[in-house]
Structure formats: structure tokens, C-alpha cells
């Protein structure tokens, strides 16, 4: 029976990740704000990011240049052996397709210099629940004359977790 539930519940989480539309994200909050002396931690945490999601990184391509890279080389800005290097024309565009850390440098030595770095958390996005009105049931069974032939259990994501944790 918690097998069943687990795998309900799976579906119903799965379901409500994807009613969002993605944003794009400015680095830094301007069209042309990756350079330096820029707080791209600042504006980092006041941002949220999920899945979907794009960043923006617009910069003058003949002095910067945008690299996806691991945490060690970020927190030591190490431009060698990146991720990616994501700089194409100045206008540059990178889908966030996990939910995981990402760690982006300038190469050329503004990341060390100017501070050209930012970190950003990437989360799935999951809607709120509907809370249970007063009075309302939290399974329904719908009767075999509207659907002939077939029977429907609807349960509420709270009634799931309350009997996954039993």
C-alpha cells in the first residue's frame, strides 16, 4: 500500500512541476550588467530559480567572456578546465535544465580582479497544495454512471503524505 501511495504521490508532484512558465533572469539586473564591480551575490539572492529557467549574460565579448565552471574553480577563480565556455556574441543566453548548483566566471582574470562570478541555486518548481476546504472529503470516487466501464480515485496530495509516513 505505501508503494501505491509513494508512486500517487510521484505522479501528483511531477504533474504540479510543470505549471510555470520560465522566467529569464538578467545577470546581475541589467541588459548589459556582466562586467565588473558588479554584487552578482546581491543580486543572486534575491532571485529565485528553477528549472526552465534561462540566464541572460549581456557583456562586451572583446574583454569578457562567460564560463560555466565547478564549485572549486568559482570559489578559487580557476578559468581552466571549465564546464562550458557559454560565450558566443555578448548576448548570451543559458537554460537551466537541473536542479543543482551553477557556478559562472569571467575568463581573463575580471573574475579575480573585478569580482565576475555568480552562484545561483536552481530548485524544482512545485505549486502550493490546495488546502482542504471545511466539510470536504479528501477522496473521491467517481460513480460507475459517469465514467461507464471505469473507476476513478482522486486523492489530495496532503492524504498522501499522511499515509506515507504511517
Same mark, same amino acid.
Given at each position: ?53 534561462? #540566464? ?10 562567460? #564560463? ?29 535544465? /537541473?536542479? &543543482? ?15 565576475? &562570478? ?27 454512471? /459517469? ?18 509516513? #504511517?
Amino acid at each position: 500500500m505505501k508503494g501505491f501511495l509513494c508512486l500517487v504521490l510521484l505522479m501528483v508532484t511531477v504533474e504540479k512541476t510543470e505549471s510555470r512558465e520560465p522566467v529569464l533572469h538578467r545577470v546581475g539586473g541589467g541588459r548589459f550588467s556582466w562586467k565588473p564591480n558588479v554584487n552578482f551575490t546581491d543580486w543572486a539572492i534575491h532571485e529565485q530559480f528553477f528549472v526552465g529557467d534561462w #540566464l541572460y549574460f549581456g557583456f562586451n565579448k572583446q574583454l569578457y567572456s562567460v #564560463l560555466q565552471v565547478s564549485q572549486t574553480s568559482y570559489d578559487n577563480c580557476i578559468e581552466q578546465d571549465s564546464i562550458k565556455n557559454i560565450t558566443k556574441g555578448g548576448r548570451d543566453v543559458f537554460n537551466l535544465t /537541473e536542479a &543543482k548548483p551553477y557556478y559562472f566566471i569571467s575568463g581573463g582574470g575580471y573574475c579575480s580582479k573585478g569580482g565576475m &562570478k555568480v552562484a545561483i541555486i536552481v530548485q524544482y518548481y512545485i505549486s502550493a497544495p490546495s488546502p482542504l476546504t471545511s466539510g470536504s472529503f479528501p477522496i473521491t470516487v467517481s460513480s460507475a454512471s /459517469e465514467f461507464p466501464g471505469k473507476l476513478y480515485l482522486f486523492v489530495l496530495p496532503e492524504v498522501i503524505l499522511a499515509y506515507a509516513m #504511517l
